[in-house]
């Protein structure tokens, strides 16, 4: 199948990088032409424009920052009228669900089915090829979609119309936030009383306190060897996405006055964090804002 994939950051480069061992061929598109580069040494084809990245592709795939750059992409430069109507387009951005409603519904006006499929699993989901992708979009067009997200994850939900992709995955980050900072904060809490951090997190992780923080993704340094916090923080998902996540899910709670107090709360705490400077650390990192308060 041929694909052209727009977008190759850290997420966007394993990803198709996963595509091209699937034998699909690929036309790729960067700002970066490094990233362009890497995938090219992996067998992709180089594109030079995005226009020329969508040229008779059998989908598209875009991963890109924010809704700014999803609708500059499709609707700002005309991408739209560059893609054949039998071409299905899926955005694996996570952004506002109503840029992604605007960007199909001008697809649609042009006979393009399209897609928001925002993923989660970071990039070792992306790596691993074990990526959830949260779907958005008509039911015909999930379904010819599955085969090619069934080559970058493990499971793919069809959350509803176009746009429903983008507030499941904003919901869910907001919980993940929540519940990693309240971890953090419980696990420094023992800690400062003596407990082992590792023999408190057995604990909890066997009590009514148990969460997929404490399973996969402890946020103590040492508890668990493969985590983030046991390589100083390096790597998985950066504070400064997670933050994004926050703002979307305040500006998406805005628009319906919606109440996220512990949402708020979470966006407050980690804009603290990243203005001390962990903005490129791993959002497990939230653990250091609890330790540098009590150095202080």
């Known amino acids: 199948m041929d694909i052209g994939f727009i977008g190759l950051g850290q997420m966007g480069c394993p990803m198709a990088k996963n595509l091209i061992n699937a034998g699909h061929r690929l036309r790729v598109y960067d700002l970066i032409p490094n990233a362009v580069d890497l995938l090219v040494k992996e067998g992709a084809e180089a594109a030079h424009t995005a226009h020329m990245a969508v040229e008779n592709a059998d989908v598209v795939i875009s991963m890109l ?10 609707l700002e430069s005309n991408l739209l009228d ?8 899926i955005d694996s951005s996570t952004i506002d669900p109503d840029s992604a409603r605007l960007v199909a519904s001008e697809a649609k006006k042009r006979g ?14 992306a790596q691993a090829g074990t990526l959830t992708f949260i779907v958005g979009g008509e039911a015909d067009a999930v379904s010819m979609a599955k085969p090619i997200l069934q ?7 069809h959350a ?15 919980l993940l936030a929540i519940t990693m900072a309240g971890t953090a904060e419980a696990l420094q809490l023992g800690v400062e009383q003596g407990l082992d951090p590792q023999v408190l997190a057995d604990i909890m992780n066997n009590s009514s306190g148990g969460n997929w923080v404490l399973q996969r ?13 046991s390589h100083d923080y390096q790597g998985g998902f950066r504070v400064e ?16 006055t919606s109440r996220t107090p512990m949402g708020a709360l979470a966006r407050n705490l980690y804009s603290i964090h990243s203005a001390q400077g962990s903005h490129a650390r791993d959002f497990s990192s939230i653990m250091q ?6 150095d202080e």
């Open 241 to 256: 996405l997670m933050l994004k996540d926050l703002g979307l899910a305040e500006q998406m709670a805005l628009s319906q």
């Open 65 to 74: 920052p924010a809704g700014e750059h999803v609708k500059q992409l499709y």
């Open 289 to 294: 804002l609890y330790q540098r308060h009590i």
């Open 160 to 174: 509803g119309a176009n746009g429903a992709g983008q507030v499941a995955k904003i919901c869910n980050n907001m």
């Open 112 to 125: 393009i089915r399209m897609l928001d499929a925002p993923v989660s699993g970071g990039t070792a989901g």
């Open 151 to 157: 080559v970058m994850g493990k499971n793919i939900f």
């Open 82 to 89: 560059s893609i054949n109507t039998s071409t299905l387009v």
């Open 217 to 229: 993704y402890n946020p103590y340094p040492g508890v668990m060897p493969e985590a983030p916090a």
